[in-house]
């Protein structure tokens, strides 16, 4: 399977869209007397490949395209879609779109004009149109790497998969942004066995980079670190349970923040007024050793946005600073309503979806801390070094996550590797007991994505060496077993 991704829309069918195109179709969504319209064009093509057990099970190509029409009233939103180019099709989603202004006075909308945007992931779209035969060839360099790598593996599967994005938006105010937004992930998984205990271990990661990215990061270093995690999962005991003291390790870890945390602060959960910190700006919701932002403009990373989806320039927002609550992240709707400016977080899945506030990269920043130093500090606790799954409560940062690699400290060292270990609390009270911070920061290589309302958006997160004081861990041992 070739996946050929040089195919902007605006040469799809018989019709280009171009400024003219936009501005006729901004008059339409205005002619029942919105305020507000915006138009988001897209045009995406993925491929996936998935290797197991020696075998390329499935290779996939999809290409999805479509126009999105917004409509704002007030308080009140019409959304349709249309999925193709036709002008017929798109002054459709546009005429039902502008219902949810039905009798009001007419707007015109300012002429659009072009936005230069930022490069921070400059992918040329040829870099990733290349033979599925050589993404084969690197999924099979991963499995042998690790069957090579230990008689112990009996198991092993490799994924790839690959997107370009191609995204134009317009609005009503006279902003027209276009962006190509390349995305690649690999993954492997292990299974290793030894006298009937089975354990698992995985590696994996990419962002908006293109091939390149396996130049440094090979597929049979990823292969190597999934075998390490599962042969030492394979001794791992039971874990304590009970409170003592968390170590999270740099990187990864920033996946509890940007769930325990970072959705709280999403200015649509604050509007509604079912977000923890709902109405605190000004007060300290943290340690004041925790500076929390969400930055865009990282180089290649997972999160990274040249533009987001309502075509506004992103900003680093900082959202917490030295422990002090500093605002919220913005799309259009929420910063009409706390009457402030839109900061780049309207994001969305596709052009089926209308956009809402969501993260883009988000992290704790760095302390001053050596992490040994950190480590030295614990009697008896946990290091968490790679999550799984999670559960949080928007309302109150309740949270339950489960780690997929974690080990015991004892004395101020790391010792044995535990298995079934989850981490219990909230996450503004995490945030409090937070009371070293490493000087480690590490960005996580590009895995995660972001779910919120039946959406899915890529997303990056990092942050230090962290200790947080008296965390619940739940296990089946005794904190003192």
């Known amino acids: 399977m070739t996946a050929r991704y040089h195919a902007p829309f605006a040469e799809q069918g018989s019709h280009s869209i ?51 029409v917004r409509v704002m009233k007030g308080d009140a939103t019409g959304y349709a879609y249309c999925e193709d180019f036709s002008f017929d099709a798109m002054k459709q989603a546009a005429e039902t779109a502008a219902q949810i202004a039905a009798g009001g006075r007419p707007l015109a909308p300012l002429d659009v004009s072009m936005r230069e945007i930022p490069d921070r992931y400059p992918v040329p779209a040829e870099s990733l149109d290349v033979e599925g035969e050589a993404k084969k060839v690197m999924l099979e360099r991963a499995d042998r790497a690790a069957r090579a790598s230990d008689s112990r593996v009996v198991r092993v599967d490799a994924s790839f998969a690959e997107s370009m994005r191609e995204i134009l938006i317009a609005n009503s105010l006279g902003h027209m942004a276009r962006d190509r937004q390349p995305l690649i992930r690999f993954g492997v998984r292990v299974i290793a066995e030894d006298g009937g205990n089975r354990q698992s271990g995985s590696s994996g990661g990419g962002g908006r980079v293109g091939l390149d990215y396996f130049d440094t990061k090979t597929p049979e270093a990823h292969a190597e670190q999934a075998v390490q995690q599962a042969l030492i999962m394979l001794d791992a005991r039971e874990a304590p349970a009970g409170e003592m003291d968390v170590v999270l390790g740099p990187g990864d870890s920033g996946i509890l923040l940007h769930e325990a945390v970072g959705h709280g602060l999403e200015a649509d959960f604050n509007r509604k007024k079912t977000s923890n910190y709902s109405d605190r700006v000004g007060e300290a919701v943290a340690s004041e050793l925790c500076t929390v932002v969400d930055d865009a403009s990282l180089h290649g990373s997972r999160g990274s946005i040249n533009v987001d989806d309502e075509g506004q320039l992103p900003t680093r927002a900082v959202l917490i600073e030295q422990g002090v609550l500093n605002g919220y992240m913005q799309d259009r709707h929420s910063a009409d309503f706390f009457g402030t400016s839109p900061d780049g977080h309207g994001r969305r899945q596709s052009f089926r979806s209308h956009p809402m506030p969501r993260m883009t990269n988000t992290m704790l920043l760095e302390g001053s801390d050596a992490p040994d130093d950190i480590i030295r500090s614990v009697k008896r606790g946990v290091y968490a070094k790679k999550f799984g799954g999670g559960q949080v409560d928007i309302s109150n940062g309740d949270f339950v996550f489960s780690l997929t690699e974690g080990y015991l400290i004892e004395d101020g060292k790391v010792t044995a590797p535990l298995k079934g270990v989850n981490l219990i609390g909230n996450g503004p009270d995490a945030m409090r007991k937070v009371v070293m911070l490493g000087h480690d920061f590490e960005v996580s290589d590009g895995i995660w994505t972001c779910g919120k309302e039946g959406q899915s958006v890529p997303v990056g997160v990092g942050c230090p060496t962290i200790k947080i004081a008296a965390l619940t861990v739940g296990g089946t041992q005794t904190a003192g077993g």
């Open 18 to 68: 171009d400024a003219d195109i936009a501005n006729r179709l901004l008059r339409i969504a205005l002619r029942k007397g919105g305020d507000y319209a915006d138009l988001f064009f897209e045009y995406s093509v993925s491929g996936s490949y998935v290797y197991d057990e020696q075998i390329l099970k499935s290779a996939r190509r999809a290409v999805s395209m479509g126009l999105g």
